[in-house]
């Protein structure tokens, strides 16, 4: 369950969580690419996937050594950083796409500390409202985690699907908004099932964890989004979504829309 305290808090993603649990929803979190096809389709693309139900959006900063992602977000990376696509760039599109839900700057470290000491200000005034950096485990630079916590943002931290249970708890005190959980080991992409051991993983998180959880990596499919969403507060979708942005505009929305209906009837049976 959602901890209450998100009820109390001013940090617009735990109200998110909070309205979603007291409707007895589950949160779908969409990812897209800054940049990616092009910038004037990526903004058409935030717009699109709110409107088709995405509930908050996960704004990727194009990087040109993105480790922890698949082959799909790699290659829209690259594209993105062809199109000229920055970290300023992607604070422009947030601010331009001026939506009502959560936008999270979706990041590495490298280009967060080439932006600069205000680089998080900067993305709460264009309108972010949390950051999820892949690459800054929790103890490996405690000094820099305790600023970017005190920062304007929600700090939005990764769980992976070994991390023991002890591990998992100094993890969600050490973030804010909700925690990501890593469905299973590897880099991001569409997978054909489920891992095995993902019910006992989110099972050992909730114990460990008061914020909500959402589940990403390999979701590609409804029925996926909802057998994820029956366990975890949400899903998170990322790789299938940027492989229907290649294709238009309309097929990505389509394509939230159907997880949306899938989990949102789920709930009401």
Known sequence: MVSASATTTSDPIAHTFAALAEQRRKALVAYITAGHPDRARSLALIRAIVRAGADIIEVGVPFSDPLADGPTIQASSQTALANGMTFDGALDLIGEAAVDVPMVVF??????????????????????????LTDLPVGADPEREARIAAGPLAFIRLVAPTTPADRMADIARHGSGFVYLISRLGVTGARDDIAA????????????????????????????????GRLADGIAVGSALVRHAEESVDAAAAFVASLRAALDADVRR
């Open 197 to 228: 051991d993902l019910p006992a993983t989110i099972a050992r998180l909730r114990s460990a964890a008061s914020l909500p959880i959402c589940v990403g990596f390999g979701i590609a499919r409804p029925e996926e989004a909802v057998a994820i």
């Open 107 to 132: 990041t590495y470290l490298n280009p967060l500390l080439a932006a600069g000491k205000d680089a998080l200000d900067r993305a709460a005034r264009a309108g972010a409202s949390g950051l999820l």
